[in-house]
């Protein structure tokens, strides 16, 4: 695991607790060693602060995606906006800690990152895998997915989506028609259930509104207030 945090204080409670917790961590200070050291050796997962001195985790980001790098990267943010989550999702992360935060809440999302990304072992499914649904392509609602090359269709306009927003499309488009409930698709895309007060859930389904609806074009996500979504064609 790479760590990159500018705060001192921070970047030795973390690293010491994820070694704790069985984690073989490289802790760097600011975002151009956080470059070199992907670069020399890359990392399992990425646990980036977003406000570090020169390059800060935002552009680290953007520059590992632009290169093709597909490791997970997990956003720690003192900003609490969701223009500022959607900034960091846009760049390509995966997911995102707001500080202050509890060190178990680390845990356990990098656990689900990790869990998301490993190969399943043979003869088992993957997350958001089934039987019936195991070919290479689905669609449903007007959405069209290639499940081996992670690419989205809507229209004959190609998606360009996140790990976590192609996973959580796919969910939805597995089940067009069906209201999902939040603990459903939390377990199914984070393996975690990150409570009634989490915002995560929200700001993803907002930014693949963006991505998937355009002028003219029926929404698609619906919300079921008290629920959760369903993804259908009106």
């Not at 997962?45 to 020169?54: C, E, F, I």
């Not at 995606?65 to 900034?87: C, K, N, Q, Y």
């Not at 995102?96 to 356990?108: M, N, S």
Request: charged share 30%.
């Amino acid at each position: 695991m790479l760590l990159a945090e500018d705060d001192r204080a921070i970047r030795h409670a973390l690293e010491r607790a994820l070694t704790l917790e069985g984690y073989a961590v490289t802790a760097v200070a600011d975002g151009v060693e956080a470059l070199a050291q992907a670069h020399r050796t890359p990392p399992d997962v990425l646990l980036l602060d977003v406000m570090m001195p020169g390059i800060d985790g935002l552009q680290v980001c953007r520059v590992l995606r632009a290169e093709g790098d597909r490791t997970p990267i997990l956003m720690l943010t003192a900003l609490v906006e969701t223009a500022d989550r959607i900034a960091g999702l846009d760049a390509g992360a995966d997911d995102y800690v707001v500080k202050p935060f509890d060190v178990e809440e680390v845990f356990a999302r990098l656990r689900a990152l990790l869990r998301r990304t490993s190969p399943a072992p043979a003869g088992e499914p993957g997350p958001a895998r089934d039987a019936q649904l195991s070919d290479r392509q689905i669609e449903g609602a007007g959405i069209r997915m290639d499940l081996q090359a992670r690419r989205g269709w809507r229209a004959g306009r190609e998606l360009e989506l996140t790990r976590t927003e192609f996973e959580l499309l796919e969910l939805l488009v597995r089940n067009a028609g069906i209201v999902l409930d939040h603990a459903t698709i939390y377990d199914r895309i984070w393996g975690y259930d990150f409570g009634p007060g989490s915002k995560n859930l929200a700001v993803y389904v907002g930014y693949l509104r963006r991505k998937l609806d355009a002028p003219g074009a029926p929404q698609l996500i619906h919300t079921v207030r008290g629920v959760g979504y369903v993804l259908r064609e009106e």
